[in-house]
């Protein structure tokens, strides 16, 4: 078996412990004589595995127990739409700060269910920065305040949570839930699509403080109503049941690896080595203000772009995987969240500087 070092933004790589996991007992989970994706998603065996998913998430995460916690499908895009139709309330306006690609997106599907109003944007900087805390004033009569700790395009990671006195403040967590220690009171909503550290692609997962459940639009479909998803445990049809075994293969997982206080400290030393990388070059440049660069997703543009594709094509041979930029901002993107190791980042590194003494 050979895996290389994938740096897709997502999806992503997963931990090579649970993949073994799971091919090991792929055919015949725990001597059922079938496999877990043929476990009916009622069966007592299946729920068990979904509570032990959301056991296990709660414990890494601290979750209060006036929380929900649900395991959706349709991707962290699906929640642009089913966050104002659950949150916004008839008449209500939601807020946002907005820092990317990934939060514009928030608020044009926001604006399809009632007011959606920016309260600051880094737009016309073309988002190299996150909004900094005293951009921006808390509409106390807003529905909620929507941001987006990690914008996984730009490269930008809010170093601060911004707080939102009564207003329940939601964030999109798609690209860096668990990579560090958080404070699930300090928010209203938690949402991520799993693809980029949590699992395999098809499980969303909302966490969900329970006094903002129950005042969904009318016409919000059954499937996308909290309240209806929390009192059904998930399952108000069939869930993506391997999606959520493997998520709670990867919760295992971080907890041997000490939870998202060990993945902080890992996520610093791996995303402090490769921007000393780049900073200490001539070759490769980080255009990100230096206090809101991201810790997991790291663009870097060659001085000399002509090389890009050589760039790229020798990476793979030497498996680095998936280094292409965005095709939005271009050049090159690493994307380093917890699946990726240490001795990953240092074979990136090491085979940037060798790049650079031969093309620089
Ligand atoms: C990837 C990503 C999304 C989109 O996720 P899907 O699951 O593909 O809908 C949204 N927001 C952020 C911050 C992301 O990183």
Known sequence: MTRGYNFCSGPAMLPTPVMEQAQAELPDWHGLGMSVMELSHRSDEFVAVSEHAEAKLRQLLEVPDDYAVLFLQGGATLQFSAIPMNLLGAGGAATFLDTGTWSSKAVKEAARYGEARVLASTEAEQYRRAVRANEFEVDPSAAYLHFTPNETIGGVEFDYVPSSGDVPLVADMSSCILSKPIQVSDYGLIYAGAQKNIGPAGLTLVIVRKSLLGKALPGTPTLLNYANQAEAGSMVNTPPTFAVYLAGLVF??????????????????????????????????????????????????????????????????????????????????????????????????????DFEQRHG
Do not use: C
């Not at 690896?257 to 890992?266: N, V």
């Not at 930029?325 to 990953?344: D, K």
């Open 252 to 353: 295992d997982w971080l907890e041997q690896q000490g939870g998202p206080s060990a993945m902080a400290a890992l996520n610093a030393q791996k995303s402090a080595l490769l921007y000393r990388t780049i900073d200490d070059s001539g070759f490769y440049r980080n255009p990100i203000a230096v206090e809101h660069r991201s810790r997991m997703n790291i663009p870097f543009i060659l001085a000399d772009e002509t090389l890009n594709e050589v760039f790229l094509s020798e990476a793979s041979a030497a498996g680095l995987y998936n280094l292409q930029g965005h095709r939005s901002v271009g050049g090159m993107r690493a994307s380093i969240y917890n699946a990726m190791p240490l001795a990953g980042v240092q074979a990136l590194v090491d085979f940037m500087k």
